[in-house]
């Protein structure tokens, strides 16, 4: 890391219990890479910060500040919106890591609440020493757990970009949702200070089983992105490559582990992530419900402009996925 990642760093571990790893310098390089401009502000010399992503279509610029500002108090929101209107920003979306006491507060600012970008629910374990980890799952992952250890699966730790983006598409697939490719994983192994992908490999010729990738943060791991095909179910091989992962952060001294989006508490079956839910729920750890995203509008017409233009590219983004 350079000298200016690590006092960034370093400043946010001092300004939040748990410095989020979407704030973090490398989190921007990434974002840097994939066609935002990033700013990180200073509010004051011991103030408030955010790492802000910046995107410009015409005269319009639009913000957006993914679990931030940090830390997520009234005095940052108020200094981030002056910034915002000095900067000409049309508009401004936050998603603070605070709980729901805050949209009292950010509705009073004159936000509104829009689609979240990240999870707006999930769940964290605290983690223990593998031993004792395991014994706080339920009993139905452990069974699996302990059926794929039997039946010969190895889980390997490495930077398999590749295998995540066959794993995921598979995912694409079945779930008819979107998710990056294979260029994004890459970005991500590459730039985050600590990333790597978990791969199941079932006992005949090690054909790969499942994939996960963690990246690790300020004393958190988080299950960023996970796939997937479906092939040789018995073998659990899904289950040891979540199982690894854990118990690997665990080992590495991480307090927590963020599994990274399950639906909304007392969500039912008709919920699409429901499977999912319950898969995660079966590792223990606590519900977390964040604020979720909200929006402030600063220029009606740029707001208009902006909205256009992601119409548009979600469409091309539809065009590509349905052409064989």
Same mark, same amino acid.
């Given at each position: 890391?350079?000298?200016?990642?690590?006092?960034?760093?370093?400043?946010?571990?001092?300004?939040?219990?748990?410095?989020?790893?979407?704030?973090?310098?490398?989190?921007?390089? @990434?974002?840097?890479?994939?066609?935002?401009?990033?700013? =990180?502000?200073?509010?004051?010399?011991?103030?408030?910060?955010?790492?802000?992503?910046?995107?410009?279509?015409?005269?319009?610029?639009?913000?957006?500040?993914?679990?931030?500002? @940090?830390?997520?108090?009234?005095?940052?929101?108020?200094?981030?919106?002056?910034?915002?209107?000095?900067?000409?920003?049309? =508009?401004?979306?936050?998603?603070?890591?605070? $709980?729901?006491?805050?949209?009292? @507060?950010?509705?009073?600012?004159?936000?509104? =609440?829009?689609?979240?970008?990240?999870?707006?629910?999930? =769940?964290?374990?605290?983690?223990?020493?593998?031993?004792?980890?395991?014994?706080?799952?339920?009993?139905?992952?452990? !069974?699996?757990?302990?059926?794929?250890?039997?039946?010969? *699966?190895?889980?390997?730790?490495?930077?398999?970009?590749?295998?995540?983006?066959?794993?995921? %598409?598979?995912?694409?697939?079945?779930?008819?949702?979107?998710?990056?490719?294979?260029?994004?994983?890459?970005?991500?192994?590459?730039?985050?200070?600590?990333?790597?992908? !978990?791969?199941?490999?079932?006992?005949?010729?090690?054909?790969?089983?499942?994939?996960?990738? *963690?990246?690790?943060?300020?004393?958190?791991?988080?299950?960023?992105?996970?796939?997937?095909?479906?092939?040789?179910?018995?073998?659990?091989?899904?289950?040891?490559?979540?199982?690894?992962?854990?118990?690997?952060?665990?080992? %590495? $001294?991480?307090?927590?582990?963020?599994?990274?989006?399950?639906?909304?508490?007392?969500?039912?079956?008709?919920?699409?992530?429901?499977?999912?839910?319950?898969?995660?729920?079966?590792?223990? $750890?606590?519900? *977390?419900? !964040?604020? $979720?995203?909200?929006?402030?509008?600063?220029?009606?017409?740029?707001?208009?402009?902006?909205?256009?233009?992601?119409?548009?590219?979600?469409?091309?983004?539809?065009?590509?996925?349905?052409?064989?």
């Amino acid at each position: 890391m350079t000298g200016d990642a690590e006092r960034w760093d370093g400043d946010l571990a001092e300004r939040a219990s748990h410095a989020p790893l979407l704030q973090s310098w490398a989190w921007g390089e @990434v974002q840097s890479r994939v066609g935002w401009e990033v700013e =990180r502000v200073r509010f004051s010399t011991d103030g408030p910060m955010a790492s802000v992503l910046l995107r410009k279509f015409g005269p319009a610029r639009e913000a957006y500040v993914p679990r931030g500002p @940090v830390p997520a108090h009234t005095y940052a929101l108020d200094a981030l919106v002056d910034w915002a209107r000095k900067s000409r920003i049309a =508009r401004l979306v936050v998603e603070p890591e605070a $709980g729901r006491d805050l949209r009292e @507060v950010l509705e009073e600012k004159g936000f509104r =609440r829009v689609a979240p970008v990240q999870p707006e629910h999930t =769940r964290i374990v605290k983690l223990l020493p593998p031993d004792e980890l395991i014994a706080t799952f339920k009993h139905g992952r452990r !069974y699996n757990i302990r059926t794929g250890l039997k039946r010969g *699966v190895v889980v390997e730790e490495g930077k398999e970009a590749a295998e995540l983006a066959r794993q995921s %598409a598979a995912v694409e697939r079945r779930e008819a949702i979107q998710l990056p490719g294979r260029r994004y994983y890459q970005l991500l192994l590459d730039i985050l200070p600590w990333c790597r992908t !978990y791969t199941a490999r079932g006992p005949q010729k090690r054909a790969p089983l499942a994939t996960v990738l *963690v990246a690790r943060h300020s004393g958190r791991a988080y299950s960023l992105f996970a796939g997937r095909t479906g092939a040789h179910r018995e073998l659990m091989g899904n289950d040891l490559a979540w199982w690894v992962a854990i118990s690997s952060a665990a080992e %590495a $001294g991480c307090a927590d582990f963020d599994l990274w989006g399950v639906p909304p508490p007392r969500s039912g079956p008709e919920h699409p992530w429901h499977g999912l839910g319950f898969f995660k729920s079966e590792f223990g $750890g606590e519900e *977390v419900t !964040y604020t $979720g995203a909200w929006e402030m509008v600063l220029s009606p017409g740029g707001a208009r402009l902006l909205r256009f233009e992601r119409r548009a590219r979600a469409y091309i983004r539809g065009l590509k996925r349905n052409i064989p």
